[in-house]
């Protein structure tokens, strides 16, 4: 385009967060050569800000057009997001309804969301300190204290460590090495990074494939062959080996030039699989993680945009990654709720991966032996195609589940008092359990509830002990010895007597440290480990912890829904789960699926070695729909049913819903707003022939957290579109609501507390 021909005036989105798009003047030394998404700066109000150019912008009226500033400057050459990047971020945008500028923004490492040129990135290195000659710590004055300790340390490890590893032993020791550099007993030396995955959780390349891995690997290659926009189910059992049809999908990618784009809930969890990928394609991965340091998500990204590296491998936020020239886009365990970011630009990763495929011509592969119903749904109406896994690889059989029903199961003393507690090792379990390790086999104990007693009543007034500042029950935590609130973390002195009136307290209810105290009690023998948010406090733990269960130094492994994800350890023949109804209960319409979900991934670390598995499921409700069904490995029974439920309750699939949260410190004032904001949705919802529905506004199921009062409205339509009025209207309203309280929209919500 000439420069006679391109416009003076472009669309941009500032990096602020403003609603809407602003027009600027193009100078002329940039005329023509702007593209979508590409970083300017532009000034704005009294100071200069970050922009992204969209497009070129109709000619405004002469008022307008007097009143308009010009861009400053471009800021490089060629957009450092990739064509298909700007395109899912302007979906997002739009579909989340969140300022554009912020959006994009959230798809950069933080060192490009300021209006400043784009730097090379420093190579990843680590310091190492290593021993010169042969000193001895006396040889150093007595007074220094801390550098006698830190030359003994690396006497004692071998003369060499990097200086991460001397920090986390000796405190401060950055800074006392660099002092015994200067005396020259040790040298101070910077080496590229090795990434070095843990011990025991190694993998191995399967060249014959089970014949079902075989077609799918062949159908989806087909698939990926076309270059075309492709939206798959893998629908694999638990052990099937899906994982083994996705390094084999990338790896036909590669051959055709093309990237690479892998999900997964948590990489913490999932080491095995991020292993897998790094044995297979080495330095051409980047791990897409959260816990990255600002820089090496610099350097990531600035080598998946040159195509230096050419899969990315990570969290829902991997989905904006610039991987170049994207062939596939893999979303393991895509029913997880992980996927959806619950805070800013609320995203759904699994959708918007179908976006991104749509936008780049790509093969998205949706896997799970769980899918979710908006999938399942996808695939019944022929939107997206399936390929199925039936079997476990090498035709190990798919654990036998069986039920414990803890109606009928009495506590296990005689002298014990009874109360409605239920028994957390029930005697059928206990006999499972006493088997299963005589025979040197692994154990694992499912409790969705961290600490010990997860509640604590007054005998005389009733009372719970709430948090002061949550609608929520306090957790007795016996490792720390407090009360700690799930939702703020505030932490309290367990209290002798009721605070309201002195009457005795009762601990009602557990967690996963009184079910790891009754297995060390009912098994002094056994070697028992802890997986939850307290025992594990960061990766490091958390790897070491499962890779030494997968070594086998450890019998029975007690945790959270983090021993449900993809976890494959093939000692591990027996699982239980200690209370299936915790979930069952929850005030949200997806409770039975997540159960349903939850049961089946745990239960499905069941039985993957040679020995086969059992799981046995304890619960009050045997019932329940998600309950009975997973004793019969029946997801399709389970789906079905609740599908019908869905439609005829019209919830998702058979629906859409964005939800509207007020927050505020006054309950008086965020009461208010929420009856003005119903009432102004009220006001703008289409004939009732449309479909739409308002709920609410109410106050939230948890009706406060960290102080503030909670109330939301519901939005139920056919469509998405018919929510755009009564979402407009309210978005409209945002900037004159009073400052204390908080209105956010969330587009297809995923939890509903
Ligand atoms: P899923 O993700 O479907 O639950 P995985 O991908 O973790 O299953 O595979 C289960 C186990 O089977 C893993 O230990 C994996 O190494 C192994 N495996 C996968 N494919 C094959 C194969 N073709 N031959 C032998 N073992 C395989
Ligand atoms: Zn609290």
Excluded at 305 to 318: N, T
Excluded at 394 to 415: A, F, N, Q, Y
Excluded at 489 to 516: H, S, Y
Excluded at 695 to 701: D, E, I, Q
């Amino acid at each position: 385009m000439s420069i006679l021909e391109a416009s003076p005036y472009a669309q941009v989105a500032v990096g602020r967060p403003l609603r809407g798009e602003f027009t600027y003047l193009v100078p002329a030394s940039l005329r023509g050569k702007l593209k979508p998404g590409q970083r300017v700066k532009v000034p704005f109000g009294r100071a200069t800000t970050l922009a992204f150019y969209l497009s070129d912008a109709p000619p405004p009226s002469a008022e307008v057009a007097a009143k308009l500033k010009p861009i400053d400057c471009a800021l490089e050459p060629e957009p450092v997001l990739t064509p298909d990047v700007v395109e899912l971020v302007r979906f997002a945008a739009r579909h989340y309804r969140y300022p554009l500028g912020e959006a994009l923004k959230a798809a950069l490492p933080p060192q490009l969301t300021r209006p400043d040129e784009e730097k090379e990135a420093k190579p990843d290195v680590e310091w190492w300190a290593h021993v010169l000659g042969l000193p001895s710590p006396d040889e150093l004055p007595k007074s220094a204290h801390a550098q006698r300790a830190t030359l003994q340390y690396l006497l004692a490890v071998g003369r060499t460590a990097t200086m991460e590893e001397v920090a986390i032993a000796i405190p401060g020791a950055r800074e006392t090495l660099k002092k015994l550099a200067e005396r020259d007993l040790i040298r101070l030396e910077a080496r590229p990074r090795v990434k070095r995955a843990a011990d025991g959780l190694g993998a191995e390349r399967h060249a014959v494939l089970t014949e079902e891995q075989d077609v799918a690997v062949k159908t989806l290659s087909a698939e990926l062959e076309r270059g075309q926009f492709a939206p798959w189910l893998l629908y694999g059992v638990t052990g099937s080996g899906k994982t083994e049809v996705y390094l084999q999908l990338v790896e036909r990618a590669l051959e055709l030039k093309k990237g690479a784009l892998i999900l997964v809930p948590e990489i913490a969890l999932t080491p095995q699989l991020v292993g897998r990928f790094h044995s297979r394609f080495g330095a051409k991965v980047a791990v897409l993680h959260s816990a990255l340091k600002d820089s090496e998500r610099y350097r990531n990204f600035q080598s998946l945009r040159r195509g230096e590296q050419r899969i990315a491998v990570g969290v829902r936020s991997a989905i904006f990654a610039p991987v170049k020239d994207l062939g596939i886009i893999v979303v393991d365990e895509e029913h997880d709720p992980s996927f959806k970011q619950e805070e800013k630009l609320r995203y759904h990763a699994r959708d918007l991966a179908v976006v991104r495929a749509q936008k780049a011509n790509a093969l998205v592969v949706l896997g799970s032996a769980t899918p979710s119903l908006e999938t399942l749904e996808n695939t019944n109406r022929g939107r997206y195609k399936s390929v199925q896994l039936t079997r476990r690889v090498d035709d190990r059989p798919m654990p036998s589940v069986g039920l414990v029903d803890l109606r009928i199961e009495r506590p296990r003393k005689r002298d014990e008092p009874r109360t409605s507690e239920p028994p957390i090792l029930s005697a059928p379990l206990r006999e499972a359990m006493e088997d299963v390790l005589s025979r040197g086999q692994q154990v694992i104990l499912f409790l969705n509830r961290r600490g010990y007693d997860t509640f604590m009543v007054c005998e005389v007034c009733g009372q719970n002990l709430k948090c002061k500042d949550c609608d929520v029950c306090l957790t007795h935590h016996h490792g720390s010895r407090r009360l700690l609130c799930h939702y703020c973390n505030r932490q309290e002195f367990v209290p002798d007597r009721c605070p309201q009136c002195t009457g005795p307290l009762i601990r009602l209810g557990m967690g996963t440290e009184k079910v790891e105290a009754e297995v060390a009690e009912a098994f002094p023998a056994a070697r028992v480990g802890r997986l939850d948010r307290d025992a594990v406090t960061s990766t490091e733990t958390l790897t070491e912890l499962l890779a030494s269960f997968a070594r086998r130094e450890l019998d029975v492994l007690v945790g959270t829904q983090m021993v449900a994800k993809g976890h494959d350890f093939p000692g591990v023949t027996l699982v239980c789960v200690v209370m299936a109804d915790t979930a069952l209960a929850l005030p949200d319409f997806r409770a039975a699926e997540r159960t349903f979900h939850l049961l089946t991934q745990v239960g499905g670390r069941a039985g993957r070695g040679v020995d086969p598995g059992r799981v046995l499921v304890q619960t009050y409700n045997p019932e329940a729909e998600p309950v009975a069904r997973v004793l019969h490995h029946d997801f399709e029974g389970f789906s079905r049913e609740e599908l019908r439920r869905r439609r005829l309750l019209a919830w998702p699939p058979y629906s859409r819903l964005a939800a509207v949260r007020i927050e505020g410190a006054h309950p008086e004032d965020t009461a208010r707003v929420a009856r003005a904001l119903g009432k102004a949705v009220a006001d703008h919802l289409p004939p009732a022939t449309h479909g739409v529905r308002l709920l609410g506004p109410a106050p939230a199921p948890i009706s406060k957290i960290k102080g503030k009062t909670r109330w939301q409205l519901l939005l139920k339509a056919p469509t998405h579109a018919a929510m755009e009025k009564p979402l407009s209207a309210i978005e409209a309203m945002l900037p004159d609501l009073p400052s204390s309280v908080r209105v956010t929209l969330d587009v297809d919500p995923g939890a509903m507390l």
